[in-house]
């Protein structure tokens, strides 16, 4: 099943979009090929230039292996992805699996921490200078979600370890979607505010407890994103 396009794109994502679509949905699940590259060229209604185009891109994240001389075959992209993989599915939210908005929170649990140690150590006066703003977020979940995204940023671009940017990035789409439903709620932004004070008082004690303050309240994040779910 190739999928309705709402709106009208460029041919390489309008190609995309037709391919991750009818992927994401199960019409060419893991192990399959693809029909070859001038009948899916037809089908979907782009050239083979284009086509071929889409078809580079899209593997260099893991959704399939092009083979030359034989049919293009999908990859279980959930084990044979790479990080691109978060941002392009980001675009194609109504097809995330349950449980995915979990999955990467359990991910920050996990990593934030020590991204956050590291930027403490580093830079502290910078994440200081940010943390001052926290009086003066007005009540508004899109205050907050762009407040919180920016601290998250530049926590990973102080760790002075340059993966950590290029992880952090890959989870801004999803982050911004995600975000605004959870900083609706009172709850969440009193939970936030308080940390964001408690990290920058444990940060003017010379960094100690970041860790600890940083871990907590990704687990209260957490656990509040699946009571907010029920």
């Not at 008082?201 to 600890?212: F, H, M, Q």
């Amino acid at each position: 099943m190739i999928a309705k396009l709402d709106r009208p794109l460029r041919p390489a994502q309008y190609a995309e979009h037709k391919l991750l679509t009818s992927i994401l949905d199960g019409t060419y699940p893991p192990g399959t090929p693809l029909l070859s590259e001038r009948e899916l060229a037809k089908q979907i209604g782009v050239t083979r230039p284009t086509l071929r185009e889409t078809l580079k891109r899209i593997a260099g994240e893991g959704w399939i292996t092009i083979r030359h001389g034989k049919l293009t075959i999908m990859n279980d992209y959930w084990k044979e992805g790479g990080l691109g993989l978060l941002s392009t599915m980001a675009r194609y939210g109504e097809f995330l699996p349950k449980g995915f908005i979990t999955n990467l929170l359990e991910v920050r649990v996990i990593l934030f921490p020590e991204i956050a140690r590291l930027a403490a150590k580093n830079a502290p006066k910078v994440l200081l200078d940010y943390l001052k703003g926290v009086e003066d977020l007005a009540e508004k979940a899109e205050v907050f979600a762009d407040y919180d995204w920016g601290l998250q940023v530049l926590m990973a671009k102080n760790s002075n370890n340059p993966v950590f940017p290029l992880i952090v990035n890959d989870f801004a789409s999803i982050f911004s979607t995600m975000a605004l439903r959870y900083f609706s709620r009172q709850k969440a932004r009193d939970v936030s505010r308080a940390y964001y004070l408690e990290l920058s008082a444990a940060i003017r004690r010379a960094g100690k407890n970041v860790e600890r303050v940083v871990r907590s309240v990704m687990q209260k994040s957490l656990a509040l994103w699946k009571e907010f779910k029920k």
